[in-house]
């Protein structure tokens, strides 16, 4: 299953890298890659745990840059 | 950002009128640089506390924070401040660059139409294109851009396709005719029957292709991304060493100068510089590629096509224009024939004797003829398929076909080497002579051969089922390194097979086809570039670069956007990694100051971003 969102408000690159990063190691990942340019992001991973991957990957998101927004692409 | 700059500007001049009165006035001079340095500072730390409790310490604001807090601390309090200041300097930089390539990107591709005239009963409604389905009709109005694809029904018109292609020359349409989104309409209202619905669209599908191009990285970007979460540990990790250290172990060594360069450490263990930039210019070249019709799918094959040395090319459709035409008329020179035609009577001879006939070779005998046929003159006509027809003209019979068709009547034929199709002419049993019908190759082919060459590429080879007397002519004319004919489509993929397996990895091949049998061979290339054209879906799937016209000239400007994106990508990495392992060298051997690192790292990083820049502009190439 795949799942996009907008991470609104990204500034850094680095910290881009570190969120898609960390979202990798998660559990049931099988890739997330975070596009810095147009500040999306796209996650691949098994149906049943989505709901998790996703709860994480904002508390990812929110600990690397607080200021940005993750919205329904 | 206008907030930030301000900040900065204010913290500049306070720091300025705090060095000019200079540190005899300790207090003053210290409250000063402390208010410098809370103005551009402050977020800085409030950023690096606030991660802090969040799990994430060392990051950019926290390393800042500790060489600035620190500078403050061994009481240089120019520099501590100078850290902050030149640091949202660069931070500046960077949003400022982002920010414009970001909007360049949304201007460039402001292509998506708003509005749809849909035509219910005999009214006209205004509708979100999104709403409006196949089969409807919509009218679209001089000076509109088509919103969704469709056939026109009625109406000729002028269409503006550069949203599309990269050209300015506007192209003819007219009822029958297919219509793509994105397209401006001229001159007059068309009429149209749409045919696809919004999100399968050809603008909606170039839109979601370009931003997602971005998304697919290359090989430089990952290179970057790994050696930046190596880099900031490693350095900072050294910083502390060099802090502690050499005061414990060396005798003569103080606390407060080794503390000092260990500072520098932390000022350029931000790797910012390079994690921006590469992305930067890769969203760049791709951005700017689509403005000049050139869609590529990813940054990796835009990086792959920077590294070809050999290009592949299919053909029939790709070099050449994948229509039939006459090229040569020979009639009979010698002999005893009582018969002798000119040029312009053989042709004629041929063209109504194949008058009723649908074959493509007819049609281009037809054409080249481009008079109107008199069919009163044509009395009997017969084809014999697989050989050609026979007919009486004039009272004359005459016979149009291959070799085949002359030997059912035992007629001699001159034998020889042609490219093409030959088609014999026979008059009343007698020999008169043959006309040559071949594919034309493109205005723009042999142009673009020589540019490759220019550009680098090693190899130019084609692939056809052709005979070999036709693709070696066309080799020669374009000149060609190389050309297999006779292939059948399986046996296209078996020859890049053995052409991928003859020379080392490093090295990349290229496959141009256009689309429709030609997509195994796309796939198994290197990177596999197909002549759109305008509306060949099979193209834009099968292909990672899909050429929007079809000229292979554009093969050449993606080639050279692609050198030149690669080329500003890499000239930013080893810049930026360059100078960043001086400034900690001399840094660590107390040569150079902060200052040095300060300048240095902000230096590279507005170097690096401005650059990168560079890769959107497209002019000339």
Known sequence: MTKRFRLQGLGCANCAA?????????????????????????????????????????????KFEPDVVMKKA | MKTRLIRIILSALIWIVAALIGPDQKWIYLSLFLVSYAIVGWNIIWKAIRNITRGNVFDENFLMGIAAIGAFIIKEYPEGVAVMLFYQIGELFQDYAVDKSRRSITELMDIRPEFANVKIDDNLILMDPDEVRPGDIIMIKAGERVPLDGIILEGQSFLDTSALTGEYVPREVQAGNELLSGCINLNTVLTVEVTKEYGESTVSR???????????????????????????????????????????????????????????????????????????????????????????????????????????????????????????????????????????????????????????????????????????????????TGHGVRAVVDDK?????????????????????????????AVNGEYAGFIEIADEIKEDSTKA???????????????????????????????????????????????????????????????????????????????????????????IEAADVVIMTDEPSKIVTAIRIAKKTLGIAWQNIYLAIAVKIAVLILSALGITTLWAAIFADVGVTVVAVLNSLRAMNVKGL
């Open chain 1, 18 to 62: 570190k969120i898609e990063a960390a979202i990798n190691k998660l559990e049931g990942v099988k890739e997330a890659s975070v596009n810095f340019m147009t500040a999306k992001i796209i996650i691949e991973g098994d149906k049943d745990k989505m709901p998790s991957i996703l709860q994480e990957a904002e508390r990812i998101v929110k």
């Open chain 2, 206 to 384: 170039i839109l979601d292709l370009v931003e997602n191009a971005s998304s697919k990285k290359s090989t430089s970007e990952r290179f970057i991304t790994r050696f930046a979460r190596y880099y900031t540990p490693v350095v900072v990790i050294i910083a502390v060493f060099l802090a502690f250290l050499p005061p414990l172990h060396i005798d003569g060594a103080t606390f407060s100068d080794w503390f000092y360069r260990s500072l520098s450490f932390l000022v350029v263990s931000c790797p910012c510089a390079l994690v921006i930039s590469v992305p930067l210019s890769f969203f760049g070249g791709i951005g700017g590629a689509s403005s000049k019709g050139i869609l590529v799918k990813g940054g990796n094959y835009l990086e792959i096509l920077a590294q070809a040395d050999r290009i592949v090319f299919d053909k029939t459709g790709t070099l050449t224009k994948g229509v039939f035409r006459v090229q040569e008329i020979q009639p009979v020179q010698t002999g005893d024939s009582s018969q002798k035609f000119t040029k312009e009577e053989l042709l004629e001879l041929a063209a109504l004797a194949e008058h009723f006939s649908n074959h493509p070779i007819s049609l281009s005998l037809r054409q080249a003829y481009g008079q109107e046929i008199d069919s009163s003159r044509i009395t009997d006509m017969e084809e014999i």
């Open chain 2, 397 to 425: 019979e005459i016979l149009a076909g291959n070799y085949k068709l002359m030997d059912l009547s035992s007629i001699s034929y001159p034998s020889g080497e042609w490219i093409g199709t030959v088609v014999h002419v």
């Open chain 2, 449 to 539: 051969i020589r540019d490759l060459k220019k550009a680098g590429i090693e190899q130019t080879i084609m692939l056809t089922g052709d005979n070999e007397i036709t693709a070696r002519k066309v080799s020669e004319e374009l000149g060609l390194d190389n050309y297999y004919a006779k292939l059948l489509p399986e046996d296209k993929v078996e020859k890049l097979e053995d052409l991928l397996s003859q020379s080392s990895p490093k090295t990349k091949l290229a496959y141009v086809g256009d689309g429709i049998n030609d997509a195994p061979v796309l796939a198994r290339a290197d990177v596999g570039i197909a002549m759109g054209g305008l509306g060949s879906d099979a193209a």
